[in-house]
């Protein structure tokens, strides 16, 4: 019997994600009746406890046997509990840190996509008015400027930590031969976790022309899917090592912590440009644009999830553990791991929260930037026949965003002069010393998201390429660049305490930038009353860097009148 009771605390530990150490609030010695507590102790000497003798495991096993038990359940005394977890090295453990980075995805807007620049250098009618059906995919993001990897973000390849993890099962096997859990390996099927994104939908567009002046309007509708991803041989070795769900529970598993989704409205792009030079050899316009934060999402939760982001930290339900300890059986250890699970995937969703419940527009910023659109015809340099249908255009922007309120996650840094300050071999101090480890393991586990003024990072672009014009058909080719510095983070509405405490620095996001290649075939049909126009268009990746690897495509339907 005692084995199993020692085993399910061990277990407790280690399945806590690593660092939840979840205790029941107990009062110290000296506040508990002393004729209890000699009832109950006094055949316990806290001095020579040494776990890796077997007499004292022994002893360990039957004092938990007899009257111990009562106090696990309800009042346990704080100097088992911390001889307990000092014998476990949580201490040491406690102070490694799980969470390496909290800052949100960067992401680039479908507004700012090559595919839905304007797939000719010039336009036979005064008015524009079209749709594109766009397929993207982002097949690997970036957590931190150079690596798509999850383990960049979390601590899943840290030495330190893992080899602290190794040493804690070394002793808890000794209180509890037959915990056979292989820490290295368990995190190494999650550490080239990626986040994967999928956007559907249309692009709507037109254009009016003045004398010397264009007017251009863009907004998507789409749907947007995101999730955490492994390849197939990594989720066949998750399975083989883990153990394999049914179909259906796994895909219920899925959709309610692994992806996210939502469909509805983006933000609107606005361009107004006129020409400022116009000559033989080259013809120079200059504009203003505006990203006007109109995104709407009318539906979620189609394939995924909706994630909450709460700022306060959970509380954790103990009578089914209790009962475990009291009543061990199959029924009762499967109820303590149940709720063991629910409180590790609490943590878990807030992560998904950060990361894949991400919205439609660019979080509500006002973007406010000027441009300026160059063409040189080809024949300038060239007389012939080929030459006279190839125009070279390019695009440079500037984007500014106006500050505007979001919720970030932010995680409690590491208390080192707590850790510093006390004595967890001081007898005196359990009780506090349990708090405070207790405390410090839902803080390393457990995200809090709050209000913070944000100010997004100024976004430069610039896209050159080649476009050809035939009678009937035409094409083009080219290289995009786009760039975004770092978000500054500012007021964050948390109390003056929490703000002392959150690492703020770990939620900054990191540079993005991208290069592209994008290309379009296109069909030309005219009529009495509109020139029609067909075209595929596609983009894809060529170097990122904090910003995902993508490719897209789109087929574009307009009519010139």
């Not at 806590?16 to 109950?40: C, F, G, N, R, T």
């Not at 990072?457 to 975004?484: C, T």
Request: charged share 25%.
């Amino acid at each position: 019997m005692m084995f199993y009771r020692v085993k399910l605390i061990c277990s407790i530990f280690l399945l806590s994600a690593i660092y939840s150490v979840i205790l029941p609030e107990q009062k110290a010695p000296s506040e508990q009746s002393s004729e209890q507590l000699s009832a109950d102790y006094k055949d316990f000497d806290f001095d020579s406890v040494s776990f890796d003798e077997e007499d004292d495991y022994d002893f360990m096993n039957e004092y938990l046997d007899t009257t111990g038990m009562d106090h696990i359940s309800r009042a346990i005394d704080p100097v088992v509990i911390i001889t307990i977890l000092t014998a476990l090295d949580v201490p040491a453990i406690l102070q490694e840190p799980l969470f390496l980075h909290t800052n949100i995805l960067n992401k680039r807007s479908l507004l700012d996509q090559p595919i839905f620049e304007p797939d000719r250098a010039e336009f036979p009618g005064k008015w524009v008015v079209g749709t594109s059906a766009f397929a993207r995919k982002t097949t690997r993001s970036n957590f931190t400027k150079n690596s798509d990897r999850l383990d960049s973000w979390l601590a899943l390849s840290q030495a330190s930590l893992i080899g602290k993890l190794e040493r804690a099962l070394t002793n808890a096997n000794q209180l509890s031969p037959g915990l056979n859990i292989e820490i290295a390996k368990i995190f190494s099927l999650f550490e080239n976790m990626t986040v994967e994104e999928r956007q559907v939908g249309f692009m709507t567009h037109c254009m009016k022309r003045w004398r010397n002046v264009t007017l251009r309007i863009m907004m998507p509708i789409f749907y947007q899917e995101s999730n955490f991803s492994l390849t197939k041989a990594e989720q066949d070795e998750v399975a083989r090592v883990l153990g394999a769900m049914e179909p259906e529970e796994e895909k219920r598993f899925r959709k309610a912590h692994f992806i996210s989704d939502k469909i509805g409205f983006g933000d609107t792009r606005i361009e107004v440009d006129g020409t400022v030079l116009k000559r033989p050899t080259y013809t120079l316009r200059l504009g203003g644009l505006a990203t006007i934060p109109t995104a709407w999402t009318w539906g979620s939760g189609f394939l995924g999830s909706s994630f909450p982001k709460p700022s306060t930290l959970p509380t954790f339900e103990l009578d089914a553990i209790f009962n475990a300890l009291e009543n061990p059986s199959v029924e009762s250890e499967q109820e303590a791991m149940r709720i063991l699970m629910d409180f590790l995937l609490d943590s878990f969703d807030r992560v998904a929260a950060d990361l894949i419940d991400v919205p439609l527009g660019n979080r509500g910023h006002l973007g406010l930037g000027a441009y300026m659109r160059g063409k040189v015809p080809c024949d300038a340099f060239f007389n012939t026949w080929f030459a006279s249908r190839i125009k070279f255009a390019n695009r440079i922007s500037l984007e500014l965003f106006v500050p505007a309120r979001e919720k970030r996650f932010y995680i409690n840094r590491i208390d080192e002069q707590g850790f510093a300050d006390r004595n967890f071999a001081d007898t005196n101090m359990a009780a506090e010393n349990v708090q405070f480890l207790k405390e410090q393991a839902i803080s390393r586990l457990f995200l809090r998201a709050f209000s913070t003024r944000v100010v997004p990072g100024v976004i430069f672009r610039w896209n050159s390429g080649m476009y050809y014009k035939g009678e009937l058909f035409g094409f083009n080719l080219g290289l995009d660049y786009w760039l975004q510095n770092k978000a500054r983070l500012s007021s964050i509405a948390a109390p003056p305490k929490t703000l002392t405490e959150i690492d703020i620095p770990k939620a900054k996001q990191p540079v993005a930038q991208q290069s592209k290649i994008f290309g379009a075939f296109l069909l030309k049909h005219k009529t009495d009353k509109a020139t029609w126009f067909f075209s595929l268009n596609a983009d894809a990746s060529l170097n990122t860097k904090g910003l995902g690897q993508d490719y897209s495509v789109a087929l574009n339907f307009e009519a010139n009148f």
